[in-house]
């Protein structure tokens, strides 16, 4: 699987939110965040900062689920990238 152009595959992490009060958010609360973190898989063929096995956050409005190889991956694009840890 490569990517084209300044597209990037991603694989979503779990992962639990706490507030600062020690309060476990909902799966309905998680899904309301605007970020979210993910393992990039794939870079684009245009990609140039974000290299594979980077964990990343990006805006998960612009983002789109697909099936490859019954495994469910994430496509973003590379300006929809705010955070490489």
Avoid: C, F, W
Avoid at 15 to 40: F, H, P, Q
């Amino acid at each position: 699987m490569k990517p084209i152009n300044k597209y990037i595959v991603v694989k979503d992490i779990e992962e639990e939110v706490m507030t600062e009060s020690g309060l476990l958010l909902s799966g309905k609360d998680k899904e309301d965040m605007r970020y979210g973190k993910a393992t990039v898989l794939s870079p684009g063929t245009e990609v140039k900062t974000i290299a594979k096995g980077d964990v990343v956050y990006y805006d998960k409005r612009s983002a789109h689920t697909m099936i490859i190889k019954q495994d469910p991956v994430t496509i973003i694009q590379e300006r929809d990238v705010v955070v490489v840890l």
